[in-house]
């Protein structure tokens, strides 16, 4: 079973700017996780999706950040404009619908504001 | 009070020690309670996950939970250099909105020094 795939692996880009990251889940998970972690910090959920609906964006910043999933299956996650405070690793992970127990995390997206 | 309490440490032990990492947690609502290593540049990678209360064994790794404590543990015996990584708690539960979610500690780092 392939794992979750997130691109890029890294991003540098200034303050001001805008930023996108991808995931693609395993195959048949309808639940999407994005989460960001700070580092030294733990991962925090950004956004909650059930195939292409939001479930939960109460913790999102969503003066800046937006987050999609077309079609149920890959999702974006996108920041604009960026502060040097989202400086961090951007986690994508998935599980079967109605699952508990842990998730799948992809590599992540490390992400540097300067 | 944070939900999950972790102490970040760092935690340095000699190749064949048993290490001891712990987390408390405040919420009732938790119900499933999990661990995960963090390799440097990687995502979390789920190692042990439990629901009830007890000891939970894998190999090297005794997992263990107090529900009435709200404290959950997790044991490495014989720890070897491969073991160095940062150990993140986690606890599974449901939102307001009903949806399962995650929610992390800061992770311990581990260094296990041959």
């Known amino acids: 079973e392939a794992g979750v795939a997130q691109s890029p692996r890294y991003k540098i880009i200034e303050k001001r700017q805008s930023v996108a990251f991808w995931c693609n889940p395993i195959?048949?998970?309808?639940?999407l996780y994005w989460y960001q972690q700070i580092l030294g910090q733990g991962p925090k959920l950004l956004i909650q999706?059930?195939?292409?609906?939001?479930?939960?964006d109460s913790q999102l910043p969503k003066d800046r950040f937006s987050a999609e999933r077309l079609k149920g299956v890959d999702s974006t996650l996108k920041i604009q404009p960026a502060k040097l405070e989202d400086s961090a690793v951007y986690l994508c992970?998935?599980?079967?619908?109605?699952?508990?127990?842990?998730?799948?995390f992809g590599s992540g997206t490390r992400l540097t504001v300067v | 009070q944070k939900e999950v309490e972790q102490d970040p440490g760092p935690l340095s032990v000699p190749e064949g020690a048993i290490v001891s990492l712990n987390c408390t947690y405040s919420?009732?609502?938790?119900?499933?309670f999990m661990w995960y290593r963090q390799y440097s540049r990687k995502g979390p990678e789920l190692l042990m996950y439990?629901?009830?209360?007890g000891n939970k064994e894998d190999g090297r790794f005794t997992a263990q939970v107090d529900k009435s404590s709200k404290y959950i543990s997790l044991f490495i015996r014989d720890s070897q250099p491969s073991d160095s990584a940062t150990y993140l708690c986690?606890?599974?539960?449901?939102?307001?909105?009903?949806?399962?979610?995650?929610?992390f500690g800061k992770g311990t780092k581990l260094s296990v020094i041959p």
């Open positions: 992970a998935s599980t079967r619908q109605g699952m508990t127990g842990g998730y799948t």
């Open positions: 195959s048949g998970h309808a639940t």
């Open positions: 999706f059930q195939n292409n609906g939001v479930v939960d």
């Open positions: 919420n009732s609502a938790f119900q499933y």
């Open positions: 439990t629901y009830s209360s």
């Open positions: 986690a606890m599974g539960g449901f939102s307001g909105a009903g949806s399962y979610q995650l929610t």
